[in-house]
């Protein structure tokens, strides 16, 4: 015998439509949706999702499209992004570009085909604002701006972290400084520009390469700048370029922080296990993935708000690999 949600409210004691508005993301309170759930699990129902998304033209499904899930940050913004999304009753649709823009259209044309309620995408940065103008559904980008500012973002304040990094590193007397950014994205033109800017208001000659994130594109980069500029420290815009920095510096025989001094972005657990720890910009990740995943549900529930960016500061980690 089919349970349906007759017999769910039943054995929650409450109303079918408050059932359905338990299992979506309508106004319940915590102890209704709580109770609810556990009769689920108690009867064995299993929503038709399908049937409810044709009645309500919504899946209660979030898209998340992210850049490259390779790279730590992406892989803990998704999980604090499913958390936030598994609090508020929807389900995350995962998809990942790896940087390319015709995977990123090919996800963009998914996400409207499944009909999901709202999506957070961290675009490339081969993506234009006008590709977005016929998304009919909301849209929060997360650690990457458009040009234009016509959707709601949450971004990190590059310019300030970056400026810590070569504060920090001018302060422990380095004046020949390089720094390695990501050539595909918003944010690591960002860092990079913030970088330049901040070496020159200190006087400095700022040492600069481009570079796709990844291991193996990080340590050709750096093997090139190595040998061309011999810097004395350096700044790496992402988490992968710190590990690709510190094993080209093992290979080679350098001495982190004596020969070279490293700093970059990303608190990977590893980067405080290693010997000497390494001098990190620690990311809310957590505050990300909340602050896209309350945006998105406001939006999906008044499309006329105004639009809001969110600019989270990072925390610099000093460690021994700056010393």
């Known amino acids: 015998m089919a349970i349906g ?19 979506g993301t309508g106004p319940v309170s915590a102890d209704v949706r709580r ?16 049937a409810r998304r044709l009645r309500s033209q919504r ?15 992406f892989t803990q913004l998704s999980r604090a992004v499913e958390d936030a999304a598994y609090r508020a009753g929807m389900r995350v649709f995962l998809c990942n570009t790896d940087e390319d823009p015709t ?59 970056t400026a810590m990094l070569v504060d920090h590193l001018v302060a422990s007397g380095r004046s020949r400084i390089a720094g390695l950014f990501g050539a595909t994205s918003a944010t690591g033109i960002e860092r990079r520009d913030a970088f330049q800017a901040q070496m020159q ?17 990080g340590r050709a980069a750096l093997a090139d700048l190595m040998a061309g500029a011999d810097p004395q420290a350096m700044i790496l815009s992402n988490g992968l370029f710190v590990g690709a920095a510190l094993r080209h510096a093992r290979e ?20 405080s296990l290693v010997e000497p720890g390494i001098t990190v910009i620690r990311q809310p990740v957590e505050a990300f993935g909340r602050e ?12 006329d708000l105004p639009t809001r960016s969110v600019v989270l500061s990072g925390e610099l980690v000093a460690r021994g690999s700056t010393a």
């Open 59 to 73: 899946s209660m499904t979030v898209g998340l499209v992210v850049a490259d899930i390779r790279n730590p940050f």
């Open 35 to 50: 109770r609810v759930q556990e009769a689920v699990a108690a009867t064995g129902y299993r929503p038709n999702m399908s």
């Open 252 to 271: 080679t025989g350098l001495s982190v922080p004596r020969d070279i001094a490293l700093a970059g972005f990303d608190d990977e657990p590893w980067t």
């Open 201 to 217: 208001a200190h006087g400095l000659a700022p040492v600069i390469a481009m570079a796709p994130p990844s291991l193996d594109a």
């Open 5 to 23: 949600i007759k017999d769910v409210a039943r054995a929650a004691g409450v109303a079918p439509s408050t059932v359905s508005r338990a299992l």
């Open 292 to 303: 896209a995943m309350q945006m998105l549900l406001a939006r999906i529930a008044n499309p």
């Open 103 to 161: 995977r990123e259209a090919m996800y963009l044309d998914l996400m409207a085909d499944e009909r999901v309620s709202g999506l957070i995408l961290a675009p490339t940065r081969a993506l234009k604002s006008q590709a977005l103008a016929g998304f009919q559904v909301p849209v929060v980008l997360v650690d990457r701006p458009l040009p234009g500012g016509r959707r709601d973002a949450v971004v990190l304040d590059n310019r300030g972290a």
